[in-house]
């Protein structure tokens, strides 16, 4: 693979092309930056349309094994129906058991907010979740030529 930056060809393998992909992506602000703005993947201004909802859900402190045991036939019931109707794409249980996760056919936040809330988990006050905006790696066109998707 041959990889160019500034007009010099690098032959290159594509593990290592993603790499310095990747490496010219990242931005970090200054130290004094807030974590959530340490780093940022914007190499070509353009945005990316949201594709998916990450959704990461955790206990509350409100949750008890007592107080969730009753809930989850409910819950497992209401979450098989949400894929079954192709809203959820795939889901997790997180290896310390703190929740689960979910990847979710939905494009706004707001939707898929109000979607999780009705899951009886949620209605119990028992879980909540952050939701984070999914989108396709808009650099990875400069590896293959083709322009960026959108202004």
């Known amino acids: ?7 010099k060809g690098i032959k290159t393998g594509r593990s290592t092309a993603f790499a310095v992909l990747i490496g010219l992506c ?18 070509t201004g353009k945005t990316v349309p949201t594709t998916k909802i990450l959704a990461v859900g955790s206990w509350t402190p409100k949750a008890t094994a007592d107080g969730v045991r009753p809930v989850l036939p409910a ?6 129906r949400l894929y079954l109707d192709g809203v959820i794409d795939q889901w997790f249980i997180q290896q310390d058991n703190s929740g689960v996760v979910f990847l979710l056919n939905v494009t706004e936040t707001d939707k898929a907010r109000a979607l999780l809330e009705k899951l009886p988990l949620g209605q119990a006050g028992l879980m909540e979740f952050q939701l984070t905006q999914l ?11 083709a322009p960026a998707a959108r202004e």
Do not use: Y
């Open 1 to 7: 693979m041959k990889l160019t930056i500034a007009g």
């Open 26 to 43: 990242v931005t970090l602000p200054p130290a004094r930056a807030l974590a959530a703005e340490q780093v940022r993947l914007n190499v």
């Open 75 to 80: 819950e497992v019931r209401d979450t098989v």
């Open 135 to 145: 989108g396709p790696v808009s650099p990875l066109a400069s590896l293959i030529g």
